[in-house]
């Protein structure tokens, strides 16, 4: 008999085959840390990891409903990936421009700076 951990795994290893095994953003397809289901958008009738308390099985086979519904909807990401997303889409555009363009501008600075 399997245990719920190891069915877990088996589930998650099966529905990111969905995604080609690989996350979204970094293209890897090895992860430490896991990987995320990310919903793009919620319906108001979705399944919502926050409302399974520890049954994490039961949640991940209610969203591969979802997932073969609308595959479209969901993005397969390493969990380092995930949580950089979920906290670069809490800043305004505003502030996400100048960010890029300051990322941009220390590249930049920092390639001069190689190349002397």
Not at 14 to 27: A, I, N
Request: glycine share 4%; aromatic share 12%.
């Amino acid at each position: 008999m399997t245990t719920n951990r190891e069915q877990l795994k088996e589930l998650k290893e099966k529905m990111g085959k969905r995604f080609s095994s690989k996350c979204f953003l970094c293209g890897t397809r090895y992860s430490k840390k896991g990987w995320v289901f990310h919903h793009r958008y919620y319906l108001k009738t979705d399944v919502v990891y926050s409302n399974y308390g520890n049954d994490k099985l039961q949640y991940h086979k209610d969203l591969e409903i979802e997932i073969k519904k609308n595959p479209k909807r969901f993005r397969y990401l390493c969990n380092n990936c995930h949580q950089s997303f979920e906290r670069m889409m809490r800043f305004g555009d505003k502030k996400f421009n100048k960010m890029v363009r300051e990322r941009k501008a220390t590249i930049k600075l920092r390639k001069s700076l190689i190349d002397k």
